[in-house]
């Protein structure tokens, strides 16, 4: 069974420290990991994916399969990066999106 | 850039009644999908649609549920007889291919009294 584990619910940073949002994940077979970010009275937005291996505003997210984890890094926070982020999981190929329960992330000024 | 859209984006129906969900898709995606998110609760997978046949779905999409490409452009989920459990944000997604990633819709939130 796929399961994915975000371990806080909230989070709260001052501008300009670093940011980890922690993601763990169980599956047995090669997953596809995501990064969804949901702005105030916004859509789901897609931020990352592991494949793409790239920066979004600043975001980083390596998959480490050794510890079964893709965690999201930021170096230094801004205050726009307050929302709710979800960590998420499908087989490869376009299949169903398992996602873990959210953190809602707070960059304090 | 295109955008899924989700009609109406609030919905209040009795319980027992029937409801239908709207979904407007990126026109050139193949893949579709709904979600729903229980008020407090993770995202959840119901169904995928390819194909014009259903390719995927969860335990929740039961008899009750169904989803329909009527007009090759609309996307929709009936739920035929709404229960007060089935309360919940519903989002649509939709994909362009085995390699593209889902694109959500703002949602519909579905309140049953």
């Known amino acids: 069974a796929q399961r994915v584990t975000q371990p806080e619910k909230l989070l709260s940073v001052f501008k300009g420290a670093p940011v980890e949002l922690k993601c763990n994940y169980s599956?047995?077979?090669?997953?596809?990991l995501f990064w969804y970010v949901q702005y105030s009275r916004q859509r789901l937005q897609l931020l990352l994916r592991h494949i793409s291996r790239e920066s979004i505003k600043g975001f980083t997210a390596d998959l480490n399969k050794g510890e079964t984890s893709f965690h999201l890094k930021k170096p230094f926070a801004q205050e726009e990066d307050s929302a709710m982020y979800y960590c998420a999981l499908s087989r490869q190929g376009a299949q169903k999106l398992v996602f873990g329960q959210g953190t809602r992330l707070t960059i304090n000024p | 850039e295109p955008e899924v859209t989700q009609t109406p984006s609030h919905q209040v129906t009795q319980m027992g009644q029937e409801v239908i969900l709207r979904c407007v898709p990126i026109?050139?995606?193949?893949?579709f999908y709904w979600y729903r998110q229980i008020l407090g609760q993770k995202v959840e997978f119901l169904v995928s649609f390819y194909n014009n046949e259903i390719s995927e779905k969860s335990e929740i999409f039961d008899d009750q549920f169904s989803v329909e490409r009527p007009d090759g452009s609309n996307f929709t989920l009936k739920i035929r007889s709404t229960k007060l459990e089935d309360s919940a944000m519903y989002f649509c997604?939709?994909?362009?291919?085995?390699?593209?990633?889902?694109?959500f819709g703002d949602g519909t939130r579905l309140s049953i009294l």
């Open positions: 599956y047995s077979g090669s997953p596809e």
């Open positions: 997604a939709s994909g362009g291919s085995s390699n593209q990633p889902q694109h």
């Open positions: 026109s050139n995606h193949l893949y």
